[in-house]
């Protein structure tokens, strides 16, 4: 399955690569080559720690590379429709009558507390292809979910 992701997603993701590469990276390692150069870095914290930040900042820089070159960018505007697709906004409705609003967009954009799920989890899986007043069971950490599309919206250019 390709790793889809919002135009905004991507951004955010190519503007941090960029920011670590262009900017944070040639800071830290102007911290290290300071703190070398005061001698014994056996023993030396502000050596020993930028290295160790020069590692995560690596680390990261790969992680974030390899992202960027799987991601596919799909704008949630291009798509609308009676069926649940990616970049859609999905409220549903519960057994009990509670009501909770999604979205489903890129595993790289998930912010529960903004109610935005990747289209790979379980209640994301469950919803792509539905359509609104479907019965939907996922399977939830608290057990298994069945809850009913009441309402579907797509962003608008």
Known sequence: ???YITPAGHRRIVEEYDWLINRE???ITAEVSHA???GDRSENSEYIYGK???REIDRRLRFLKGRIEVLEVVNPADLAGEKVLFGATVTIEDEDGAE???TIRGEDEVDLAAGVVS???PIGRALLGKRQDD???FEA???KREVTIIALAFPTR
């Open 1 to 3: 399955m390709p790793a």
């Open 25 to 27: 990276r040639p800071r």
């Open 36 to 38: 070398a150069s005061l």
């Open 52 to 54: 160790q930040r020069l």
């Open 100 to 102: 909770q609003v999604w």
């Open 119 to 121: 289209y790979a989890s």
């Open 135 to 137: 019965e939907v069971t």
């Open 141 to 143: 950490p608290g057990g």
